[in-house]
């Protein structure tokens, strides 16, 4: 294959991911970059190519001209294989680069701290493992204070130690960053506070997050004054009902959240009441996500009454709930009202027999098991 890669001039996207190719394959296409002129994306999620196959690939790229992203998720990546990631400053085309789910410890974070300081073309990045201690979060963060390129940053920590401060320092010093994910961290009030003073940020996504006492308080009182973030993702964080109804206070007053997931987070038809009312005052927001919740009938029959007098939603998010063929028929019925909803996902498949009654064109995505 690789041999067939050279002599290719329209191959732009190439994705091999969860391909056992091994450090052997790895060298292959570190070959083939070194001539290979089409090819802009690159995807080697899970393929095993290991410390030297990382090392072949930083190094073919120090010459390759057109590959613009490189996914290098779970690789099995340690500190011998990160050291040649210098290499990459030498590129000037790429611009995304993700090394989440590697074993990189605190002397390899130290070397792509170097990297990232000397870099000036890429603008997402992502990182991060088990293998991430809080004193290689902090080597990471002060690089990015006065980074001038970079947009997105995806981080993913298993440590128990709250990151918020350098969250916070991070947000309230970035200029460029329009898209931050944290995964499997510790965060508290004042990431909330640091978002208040923050211009840039457009998206921002939790997943997997222990929440300190007082934040959702504190974001709560953030959104209802911010006129920036369009994307906001809490998901896998057990908010419960409360958490829920902090969320959708902020969303009476904000105005430019177009997307809200709140996906697997305990939420009940207390919770989905509290947003049900916000839906019916809001008139921005186009996706809501609900999946992976514990919301009856009762509350599905609060969603779809809310439906009837917004304007705005497009796309909602339903799978793996509680309800019955009870709430399903509910929503049905506002549809006959809401002209605005395209996109269901997450209900029956008689559903689509249901719609037809409406009159109304839209997609009905199952949940499948």
Same mark, same amino acid.
């Given at each position: 294959?690789?041999?067939?890669?050279?002599?290719?001039?329209?191959?732009?996207?190439?994705?091999?991911?969860?391909?056992?190719?091994?450090?052997?394959?790895?060298?292959?296409?570190? #070959?083939?970059?070194?001539?290979?002129?089409?090819?802009?994306?690159?995807?080697?999620?899970?393929?095993?190519?290991?410390?030297?196959?990382?090392?072949?690939?930083?190094?073919?790229?120090? *010459?390759?001209?057109?590959?613009?992203?490189?996914?290098?998720? /779970?690789? +099995?990546?340690?500190?011998e294989g990160i050291m040649g990631i210098t290499a990459l400053n030498e590129n000037k085309s790429l611009t995304t680069l993700k090394l989440l789910e590697n074993a990189i410890g605190l002397e390899g974070t130290k070397k792509i701290v170097i990297f990232l300081k000397e870099n000036k073309s890429l603008t997402i990045f992502g990182f991060g493992s088990e293998t991430l201690t809080h004193d290689g979060v902090k080597l990471i963060v002060t690089s990015l204070m006065h980074n001038d390129s970079l947009t997105s940053l995806e981080l993913m920590t298993y440590s128990n130690s709250n990151i918020s401060e350098d969250i916070?320092?991070?947000?309230?010093?970035?200029?460029?960053?329009? #898209?931050?994910?944290?995964? +499997?961290?510790?965060?508290?009030?004042?990431?909330?506070?640091?978002?208040?003073?923050?211009?840039? $940020?457009? *998206?921002?996504?939790?997943?997997?997050?222990?929440? !300190?006492? &007082?934040?959702?308080?504190?974001?709560?009182?953030?959104?209802?004054?911010?006129?920036?973030?369009?994307?906001?993702?809490?998901? *896998?964080?057990?908010?419960?009902?409360?958490?829920?109804? !902090?969320?959708?206070?902020?969303?009476? /007053?904000?105005?430019? $959240?177009?997307?809200?997931?709140?996906?697997?987070?305990?939420?009940?038809?207390?919770?989905?009441?509290?947003?049900?009312?916000?839906?019916?005052?809001?008139?921005?927001?186009?996706?809501?996500?609900?999946?992976?919740?514990?919301?009856?009938?009762? &509350?599905?029959?609060? $969603?779809?009454?809310?439906?009837?007098?917004?304007?705005?939603?497009?796309?909602?998010?339903?799978?793996?709930?509680?309800?019955?063929?009870?709430?399903?028929?509910?929503?049905?019925?506002?549809?006959?009202?809401?002209?605005?909803?395209?996109? $269901?996902?997450?209900?029956?498949?008689?559903?689509? *027999?249901?719609?037809? !009654?409406?009159?109304?064109?839209?997609?009905?995505?199952?949940?499948?098991?």
């Amino acid at each position: 294959m690789a041999m067939s890669l050279k002599f290719n001039h329209s191959l732009t996207v190439l994705n091999l991911s969860f391909n056992a190719i091994g450090c052997e394959g790895a060298k292959d296409l570190a #070959a083939a970059l070194k001539t290979i002129k089409t090819l802009a994306v690159l995807k080697l999620a899970r393929c095993q190519i290991g410390n030297e196959g990382a090392q072949e690939l930083f190094s073919a790229l120090r *010459e390759n001209e057109t590959l613009t992203s490189l996914d290098l998720y /779970h690789n +099995s990546i340690g500190d011998e294989g990160i050291m040649g990631i210098t290499a990459l400053n030498e590129n000037k085309s790429l611009t995304t680069l993700k090394l989440l789910e590697n074993a990189i410890g605190l002397e390899g974070t130290k070397k792509i701290v170097i990297f990232l300081k000397e870099n000036k073309s890429l603008t997402i990045f992502g990182f991060g493992s088990e293998t991430l201690t809080h004193d290689g979060v902090k080597l990471i963060v002060t690089s990015l204070m006065h980074n001038d390129s970079l947009t997105s940053l995806e981080l993913m920590t298993y440590s128990n130690s709250n990151i918020s401060e350098d969250i916070a320092s991070l947000l309230s010093n970035t200029k460029t960053l329009t #898209a931050l994910h944290l995964w +499997s961290s510790c965060i508290g009030k004042d990431v909330a506070k640091a978002l208040k003073l923050n211009t840039s $940020l457009r *998206e921002l996504v939790f997943s997997g997050i222990t929440l !300190e006492p &007082g934040f959702l308080k504190s974001l709560k009182k953030t959104l209802i004054r911010n006129n920036t973030l369009s994307t906001l993702i809490i998901s *896998e964080s057990f908010i419960g009902d409360d958490g829920a109804t !902090e969320i959708s206070i902020a969303l009476k /007053h904000n105005q430019n $959240l177009l997307r809200l997931g709140l996906g697997s987070n305990n939420i009940g038809d207390d919770g989905a009441k509290s947003l049900a009312s916000a839906l019916r005052k809001n008139q921005t927001l186009l996706t809501l996500g609900l999946m992976e919740n514990f919301i009856e009938d009762k &509350g599905f029959a609060d $969603l779809a009454d809310a439906l009837k007098k917004n304007d705005s939603l497009i796309t909602l998010e339903l799978y793996n709930n509680n309800f019955t063929e009870v709430g399903t028929n509910k929503l049905v019925k506002a549809l006959k009202k809401n002209k605005t909803v395209t996109t $269901l996902k997450g209900l029956e498949d008689k559903t689509k *027999e249901l719609l037809i !009654e409406t009159n109304r064109q839209i997609w009905v995505e199952m949940y499948q098991k």
